[in-house]
């Protein structure tokens, strides 16, 4: 019930603060500080339509699946021991590589990164590009307000220093929203520096958030000795599988046509610089030999589909 509430009060909180930064610069730079300056339309315009991508991917964060399990997916692993080690005995389904049970959502999701509370949502296959993006335009956002109602943060130590001097009055209230719209700004700009830092590198290198704590706890315990990632294929094809393959699509908070994940989710090409993995892969799932020259990420992702459904069809006939 507790953390229930904790998840409300968290969305409460974000979409509060969009708004009342929004109003806040609005108003200072509209009203108070600029009102005769040639650069405040084009000032307020940007800002508005950051702000808009902003509440857009925020949305589109919050409400797309992350990633569902198709039920009859697990009918086609090989290995029977292999089937032991990913079944969930919560949601009853075969785990495909890359997926884990999301005890706050209370299910399995496909390359699954983390959840998030500030979302009350998984980032996960569906959804993690939309998570990047809403990274990147609070980024954006807080600097864009940061500059305007920094500007306002020096008037009113102005009126400060004229009203001590007796020669101004003192908006007392005005001066103490001015100051928490820009403490807000300013945190969040710091904050979601380092955090949207932190998940492109992820991105760029193909992990997730729950990979890198795997790998990090395992080198603890010495059971990793190298930094070999297996789903590495290089950047430029690490940003499609994540983003898609329309470069205007990377920008904009839409699932257009080629702005979709690249792949299904479910079966991962592979990067075997490391010969002894190739014993633990299945023949059926794309290996990448090391050369970005050679693949093309469209050709595995139809290979992947192509595989994906052959194998769907025939356990449907063998389970009629």
């Given at each position: 019930m507790i953390k229930k509430y904790l998840n409300k009060f968290f969305i409460y909180?974000?979409?509060?603060?969009?708004?009342?930064?929004?109003?806040?610069?609005?108003?200072?730079?509209?009203?108070?500080?600029?009102?005769?300056?040639?650069?405040?339309?084009?000032?307020?315009?940007l800002f508005t339509i950051l702000t808009a991508l902003l509440g857009w991917s925020l949305f589109k964060t919050m409400f797309t699946d992350p990633g569902r399990v198709p039920q009859n997916w697990g009918y086609f692993l090989n290995d029977p021991?292999?089937?032991?080690?990913?079944?969930?005995?919560?949601?009853?389904?075969?785990?495909?590589?890359r997926c884990h049970h999301c005890s706050a959502c209370n299910?399995?999701?496909?390359?699954?990164?983390?959840?998030?509370?500030?979302?009350?949502?998984?980032?996960?296959?569906q959804n993690r590009k939309f998570f990047m993006q809403m990274l990147f335009y609070v980024i954006l956002d807080s600097y864009c307000a940061a500059i305007g109602l920094g500007y306002g943060i020096y008037v009113e130590f102005e009126n400060i220093m004229l009203f001590l001097n007796s020669?101004?009055?003192?908006?007392?209230?005005?001066?103490?929203?001015?100051?928490?719209?820009?403490?807000?700004?300013?945190?969040?700009?710091?904050?979601?520096?380092?955090?949207?830092?932190?998940?492109?590198?992820?991105?760029?290198?193909?992990?997730?958030?729950?990979?890198?704590?795997?790998?990090k706890r395992n080198e603890e315990t010495g059971q990793q000795n190298d930094d070999f990632?297996?789903?590495?294929?290089?950047?430029?094809?690490?940003?499609?599988?994540?983003?898609?393959m329309s470069k205007l699509s990377w920008f904009l908070p839409i699932q257009m046509e080629g702005g979709r994940p690249v792949g299904d989710g479910i079966l991962w090409p592979k990067n075997h610089h490391n010969e002894s993995l190739l014993l633990k892969d299945h023949a059926s799932i794309p290996?990448?030999?090391?050369?970005?020259?050679?693949?093309?990420?469209?050709q595995y992702n139809n290979q992947?589909?192509?595989?994906?459904?052959?194998?769907?069809?025939?356990?449907?006939?063998?389970?009629?």
């Open positions: 909180f974000i979409c509060f603060s969009i708004v009342f930064v929004y109003i806040v610069n609005v108003k200072v730079v509209w009203i108070d500080l600029i009102g005769s300056s040639n650069y405040r339309i084009p000032y307020l315009l021991e292999q089937k032991k080690r990913k079944f969930c005995l919560i949601c009853h389904i075969f785990k495909p590589e299910r399995c999701v496909l390359n699954m990164d983390h959840h998030c509370p500030w979302i009350n949502n998984c980032v996960g296959f020669e101004g009055d003192l908006h007392f209230i005005d001066g103490l929203l001015l100051l928490c719209a820009f403490g807000i700004s300013c945190l969040a700009s710091c904050l979601i520096t380092m955090f949207f830092k932190f998940h492109l590198e992820l991105v760029l290198s193909n992990r997730t958030t729950i990979e890198n704590l795997e790998k990632n297996q789903y590495d294929l290089k950047p430029y094809y690490n940003w499609v599988q994540v983003f898609g290996i990448y030999n090391g050369n970005g020259d050679n693949i093309q990420m469209q992947l589909l192509h595989s994906n459904n052959q194998q769907f069809r025939s356990s449907s006939t063998q389970h009629q």
